[in-house]
T-cell receptor, first 111, second 112 residues
Framework: SQQGEEDPQALSIQEGENATMNCSYKTSINNLQWYRQNSGRGLVHLILIRSNEREKHSGRLRVTLDTSKKSSSLLITASRAADTASYFCATLQTGANNLFFGTGTRLTVIP | NAGVMQNPRHLVRRRGQEARLRCSPMKGHSHVYWYRQLPEEGLKFMVYLQKENIIDESGMPKERFSAEFPKEGPSILRIQQVVRGDSAAYFC??????????FGPGTRLTVT
């Protein structure tokens, strides 16, 4: 069964503000990955965090992972209009071959 | 190093026809995954292949759908006798070690 659930479903912020998206999952994982998808386009891999890591940074992105709470967050700092997209978390469950995707958060950054 | 390539990008088929979707993984990647995305939903896993072998097809419908990844050439997802419910975006991803996955641009299938 699919296990990633993003929160909120949709988020609208002003350019320059920070955006925080959360992801919860149900089972043991090897890693958790965040992807961005622009409307009608493919997925862009943003960042991967392994189960033994707690925080990772990449440019304006900051990802945290709390395996005790089975949750992750994606923070985009100093947002730009070009960040407008849907953001998905995907988990690689322990022993599984494929990624389980959540339903996504639709982020709108207003110029 | 070119990314994952998929073709066609858009495909329109009438009900009952066959759809063939192609995926060329990144150079050096031997793991290929197919996912399907319905409108306003996340991606759902269909099948996982390594060269010439299907490793996991637990997400693929038992009928009408098949996948292959031959020794030479791209991976093919084949849908026979398409129905309107097959309309979706189909994404292929490749991985060097079965860990981090890189996605192609997708094929948008419309069944009329």
């Amino acid at each position: 069964s699919q296990q990633g659930e993003e929160d909120p479903q949709a988020l609208s912020i002003q350019e320059g503000e920070n955006a925080t998206m959360n992801c919860s999952y149900k089972t043991s994982i090897n890693n958790l990955q965040w992807y961005r998808q622009n409307s009608g386009r493919g997925l862009v891999h943003l960042i991967l965090i392994r189960s033994n890591e707690r925080e990772k940074h990449s440019g304006r992105l900051r990802v945290t992972l709390d395996t005790s709470k089975k949750s992750s967050s994606l923070l985009i700092t100093a947002s730009r209009a070009a960040d407008t997209a849907s953001y998905f978390c995907a988990t690689l469950q322990t022993g599984a071959n494929n990624l389980f995707f959540g339903t996504g958060t639709r982020l709108t950054v207003i110029p | 190093n070119a990314g994952v390539m998929q073709n066609p990008r858009h495909l329109v088929r009438r009900r009952g026809q066959e759809a063939r979707l192609r995926c060329s993984p990144m150079k050096g990647h031997s793991h290929v995954y197919w996912y399907r995305q319905l409108p306003e939903e996340g991606l759902k896993f269909m099948v996982y292949l390594q060269k010439e072998n299907i490793i996991d097809e637990s997400g693929m419908p038992k009928e009408r759908f098949s996948a292959e990844f031959p020794k030479e050439g791209p991976s093919i997802l084949r849908i026979q006798q398409v129905v309107r419910g097959d309309s979706a975006a189909y994404f292929c991803a490749s991985s060097p070690f079965g860990d981090e996955q890189y996605f192609g641009p997708g094929t948008r299938l419309t069944v009329t």
